[in-house]
């Protein structure tokens, strides 16, 4: 089983971008959580992150044929972008959204979350943690 975790803008500033909404935990630290899971769970798993829609897609495309399951937070753009809601959508991998904060207690403009029509669960306010959940969800789905 193959796992992608996907991140978009701003996701590499853990720790530095307003750590009393997303923490003190760094991305390094988000990432070895990831790949810890992955090792006790004996599945593979590829993490990626851009600021770049674009390269956001590309990689979502480039999954196709060969990753099991998303577990992607986009960030802002999971308030703007269509562009990653069709190529989630055109590959047809199970796809889990996951947020560090409690984006339901946010600003009005983070209300809405395009990518979530895509994903079978969203997960958000677990902090980092959350990540591993996402990963564990695409496990259960997967196995059913």
Do not use: W
Not at 46 to 66: C, M, P, R
Not at 137 to 144: E, F, G, R
């Amino acid at each position: 089983m193959k796992i992608l975790v996907l991140n978009g803008p701003n996701i590499n500033m853990l720790g530095v971008r307003e750590p009393g909404i997303y923490g003190s935990d760094n991305y390094e630290k988000l990432c070895e959580n990831v790949k810890s899971f992955a090792k006790e769970k004996n599945i593979e798993v590829e993490i990626y992150q851009s600021n770049h829609e674009g390269d956001l897609v590309d990689k979502i495309q480039e999954a196709f044929g060969n990753t099991d399951g998303i577990v992607f937070n986009p960030g802002a753009y999971t308030h703007t972008s269509i562009a990653i809601l069709d190529a989630v959508k055109s590959v047809s991998i199970p796809c889990v959204e996951v947020h560090i904060s409690k984006v339901e207690e946010r600003e009005d403009f983070r209300q809405v979350s395009y990518i979530r029509h895509a994903c079978f669960k969203t997960i958000t306010g677990h902090g980092i943690a959350g990540y591993t959940e996402g990963m564990q969800a695409v496990i259960d789905h997967l196995n059913k």
